[in-house]
């Protein structure tokens, strides 16, 4: 089944060791999204690709960087965790702009 | 783009019972995306409902749209325990991505 994957499930990192997380799909769709849910928060969107053009929201702390080498996989690499980065990172993928997305199962990152 | 506003943040019914939950916006939209999550889980697509659509179905899913008070409605039919979900709600305009207010937290009693 076209679906969006998300690796690993659980990330346990230390404070300040840089961490990277995986998404890929197979749904061949134009359009990769991360988000961050804290807990008993609403996902929150961190930055986009379109294609290859990369979309950063204006409140992304630096910390937080993304890569995506081809069409089937984005990474989010957060070069320097900290304890509030602990939350559960949700990757999207979308056809196109203003379409539904469909949501990866989540990577949850404990930072000690 | 822009965030809605559910209401109510918290729900609990009866199983069987039908449940409405509400979603406010400020500007004008292109679409209006339902979105569910089950504790713990990713988010799952509901419905999509475009500015010039006044009512969707989907299952025992109904939305309907009025943009004229730039506000939404999503119906829960016949409710069942796998139901119990938060709901968000998710208008979209010029910007890609989508910008989720605090959801509707629905609880289905057995």
């Known amino acids: 089944d076209a679906m969006v994957i998300q690796n690993p499930r659980y990330q346990v990192t230390q404070f300040g060791k840089p961490v990277t997380l995986s998404c890929s799909q197979t749904l061949n769709h134009n359009v990769m999204y991360w988000y961050q849910q804290k807990s008993s928060q609403a996902p929150k969107l961190l930055f986009h690709y379109y294609d290859k053009d990369f979309n950063n929201e204006a409140d992304t702390p630096d910390n937080f960087q993304s890569r995506r080498p081809n069409t089937s996989f984005c990474f989010l690499d957060i070069r320097s965790p900290g304890l509030g980065d602990a939350a559960m990172y949700l990757c999207?993928?979308?056809?196109?702009?203003?379409?539904?997305?469909?949501f990866g199962p989540g990577t949850r990152l404990t930072v000690l | 783009s822009q965030q809605g506003e559910e209401d109510p943040q918290a729900l609990s019914i009866q199983e069987g019972e039908n449940a409405t939950m509400n979603c406010s916006y400020k500007?004008?939209?292109?679409?209006l995306q339902w979105y569910r999550q089950n504790s713990g889980r990713g988010l799952v697509h509901l419905i999509l409902i475009r500015s010039n659509e006044r009512e969707k179905h989907s299952g025992r899913l109904r939305v309907t749209l009025d943009t004229s008070k730039k506000s939404s409605s999503l119906l829960i039919t016949a409710s069942r325990a796998a139901d119990t979900a938060s709901y968000f709600c998710a208008p979209i305009e010029g910007a890609d991505g989508l910008t989720f207010g605090k959801g509707t937290h629905l609880i289905i009693q057995p």
């Open positions: 999207a993928t979308s056809p196109g702009s203003h379409n539904e997305q469909f």
């Open positions: 500007t004008s939209i292109n679409n």
